[in-house]
Structure formats: C-alpha cells, structure tokens
C-alpha cells in the first residue's frame, strides 16, 4: 500500500467521523426541540400535561401555583342563562400576585365557611368548581348552578354549597381557594380533532377547552356537542353563537331534550333530543377524535361506553363527571390483595370492623356505603378533604394525587387497600 493510499484511507475514515458525529448531534438537538415542545412522549404528556399559552404579562409555569388555601375577592358576579340559576364568579388574588397557569379544564377547590343553622356556627365546607373561562392573568372564573332539592323528593335539602354562592357570596368578599387541580383538561399535543360534549353544567371545564384553544388560534376541528333541557338554561347563548360565526373550524351542536314554547329550532338549538351516540354518528366525519365529555351520570353512563363500542380508542376519551356523587372510572383498581387473603378493614373511630368489597370501588365509596361519615370534596385526590389518618397497612392509588398528603395519611377517595388497614375514621 502506497502512502497516498494510506492517507486517502485515513481521510476517508476521519471524514466519515465528522458525518456521523454531525448526525448524531443533529437528531439529539432534534429530539430535546420536541421535549421542549412537548412532544417527547404519549405518558410523559399524559402526565404533566403541555404548559398552555398566558399573555405576555402573566405568568406561564405551573410552578408558580400556590401550597394549601390562598385568599381570593369576588371582583364580580354574572348570570349565565335566563333563568338565573347559574352565575359566574370572577375572582382575584387578594394579594394582587399574578394567577399561576392551568391546563384548560380543571377545578378549583373551595373552602367555605357555611353557616349551621342547627347550632348557628360557621362550618368548614370543601367543594370543587370546574373554571370555566381560558387562562387569564388576572383573574379565575367558575360558573356555579344552583342545586334545588330534587324533583322527586323535594323535601329534601338544596345543594349547600351553590346556595351559599348565589345567596351569600357577594362582590367584595372573601374566598379561601386552592391552586388549580384536576386531570381532566385538554390535551393539545397532537393533530387531533376534538369534540366537546357538555351536558348541563357540565359545560363548564368544557368552556375552558374550547375559549382556550380558539383564542391561541389552534387550527384543529372542534365540534362541540351541547345538551339542555331547553332555552332558559342555554348557557353562554351568545357567546356560543358568536364563536361559532367567526370560526370555521368550530362546529356548534346545540340540543333541546324539552323545548320551550318560544325555543324555535334551527335559530334557538339544532337537534332536538339529548346528545347521543346517533347523533354524533350522523353528523361526524369518519376519523379519529379526541373526545372530552362532560355531564349528569345518565348521560355519561351511557355515552362513554357508546363510544368505547362504537369503537373509540379509550385512551382518546377524556371524561369528567360533575357533582361528587357521580363520578366513574373507565375500570376499577386492581387489588393486590384480593386474589388472596379476604382484606380486613378496620374504621376505628367509628367503631367498625368491615371484610374488604373490591367491588365498592374506593376506600371513601366503601366506607359512605357501609355508614361511615367521611368528608369529602372533590372525589379525585385533588382538594385532600377525605384525607385520613393511616394507623396501620398500606394502599394503592389509582392515579397520581394532586393534594398533598401529609406522613402517616391517606386519600381515601381514590385508594383501595393493598392488605389489612387500621383508619381513623
């Protein structure tokens, strides 16, 4: 081998070297680029959730939320619909901070001091309400509806907490609130199109989704999918409309289960009837969605199944149902322990001694079914109301918990129990 050769040789590996080093640095400064982005992975995103966009004069960082209750003032209060029975609180930071950023579709947590007419003293009520506007830097916004005793057993008592709202909380006042929670929120990493189902109040988290994807000019197809029982409850009437006027990709679906006598179709609502899975089918372009649903346990209890049959990828269906009583999950837990020795619970302020029912669900369900009073709030593990004391055993979670749980406690609305357990409750 000549000398020339031999150096041709050591050029063509040196130049080799360059290229492949020069590839390798160019794929890596690719792949953090979509980690910045967002985009470095499905269960990363799921959860942590894309940071969404905030002016330029607020802040932009989930870091920035706040520990435990921050005082809060009503700077003003809005009826929604035309019965008043759902009205809008604008809140600002007592502090006058700024607002840390949320993900569009989660809650804010409560806590209230609700007056006893029993004893005539203040008690400690926690309850969660859906934010129902995009990320602002000023101020929160939720929309509560009033709850009535229920038709079919009026005599029993209206829904404490959105009384005290509309009756007591005026503008001026003072509300202690914790940061912004919740795992049902918008998902705006990938190309997807999205549809919106609200049914009632359930529209709220729903508000939040669609004002925040509109306002950042996101270019997907939304269809939203609104259920009343006619116009006197239409909430954001035309607000709604207007939205939907000035942008094409925003596809309005409003119905009516019992419209009124002034309640004209095709100018009022589109569809008469409540919002199924036939008329999503009739009016849907065959594709893939992202499918965000909201609403009264008839109406999840049967659309989200509906959907999973019709043949919706489950991990495409984000659902939330509002009102503590009616939350369900896709699938239960699985518990460790069921498959072999019978669990034994023992609840020991109240006195009782229980065989573990994996069927009850959580441990909060599983305690309210056999009598056990445990407060509670959100029913997610995000407001920590069912906190309780663990004196002995352990527990699963279900899913990360967004409260924090001091040593020695559990979540009880979202635990089951991995072996026997001792709880002070």
Not at 115 to 140: F, H, I, M, Q, W
Not at 317 to 328: K, Q, R, V
Request: aromatic share 8%.
């Amino acid at each position: 081998m000549t000398t020339g050769t031999l150096a041709l040789i050591i050029l063509v590996v040196i130049l080799a070297q360059v290229s492949v080093a020069s590839l390798i640095g160019i794929y890596r400064r690719s792949r953090q680029s979509r980690d910045l982005d967002g985009h470095g992975g499905k269960s990363r995103i799921l959860a942590v959730g894309p940071v969404p966009h905030m002016p330029t004069n607020g802040p932009s960082s989930y870091d920035e939320a706040w520990k435990g209750f921050r005082e809060f003032s009503v700077q003003r209060r809005e009826f929604e619909d035309e019965s008043r029975s759902i009205c809008s609180f604008y809140l600002v930071p007592h502090d006058g901070k700024p607002l840390p950023a949320f993900r569009p579709g989660q809650f804010l947590t409560f806590r209230l001091a609700v007056g006893n007419s029993a004893k005539g003293e203040p008690k400690n009520v926690v309850r969660c309400y859906s934010l129902s506007d995009a990320p602002r830097p000023g101020y929160y916004r939720v929309s509560i509806k009033r709850v009535p005793a229920p038709l079919d057993h009026p005599e029993a008592p209206p829904g404490v907490s959105s009384g005290f709202f509309h009756d007591h909380v005026q503008v001026g006042d003072h509300l202690m609130v914790r940061a912004p929670s919740g795992h049902f929120h918008l998902i705006d990493d990938e190309p997807l199109p999205i549809v919106l189902i609200g049914g009632g109040i359930g529209i709220t988290p729903l508000l939040s989704i669609l004002n925040s994807a509109l306002e950042r000019g996101v270019e997907r197809e939304i269809w939203f999918y609104y259920g009343v029982r006619n116009g006197s409850e239409h909430i954001k009437k035309g607000n709604l409309q207007a939205l939907a006027d000035g942008h094409d990709n925003f596809h309005l679906h409003v119905c009516y289960s019992a419209p009124g006598g002034d309640d004209v179709e095709g100018v009022d609502y589109d569809h008469r009837g409540r919002v199924d899975l036939p008329l999503l089918r009739n009016t849907l372009r065959l594709a893939r969605y992202q499918f965000y649903v909201c609403g009264p346990k008839p109406m999840m209890e049967s659309l989200v199944p509906g959907l999973q049959e019709w043949g919706v990828d489950s991990a495409d269906i984000h659902y939330e149902s509002f009102g503590p009583a009616t939350l369900i999950k896709h699938e239960k837990p699985a518990l460790a322990a069921s498959s072999a020795q019978p669990v034994d619970i023992n609840f020991r302020r109240s006195g009782k001694r229980l065989t573990w029912d994996p069927a009850a669900g959580s441990l909060l369900a599983f305690a309210e079914a056999n009598g056990i009073d445990v407060e509670s709030g959100c029913r997610a593990g995000s407001c920590g109301s069912c906190q309780t004391v663990l004196t002995a055993g352990g527990v699963d979670y279900n899913q990360q918990p967004d409260a924090d749980i001091e040593p020695g406690h559990c979540l009880l609305c979202i635990a089951t129990p991995s072996c026997d357990l001792v709880l002070e409750a």
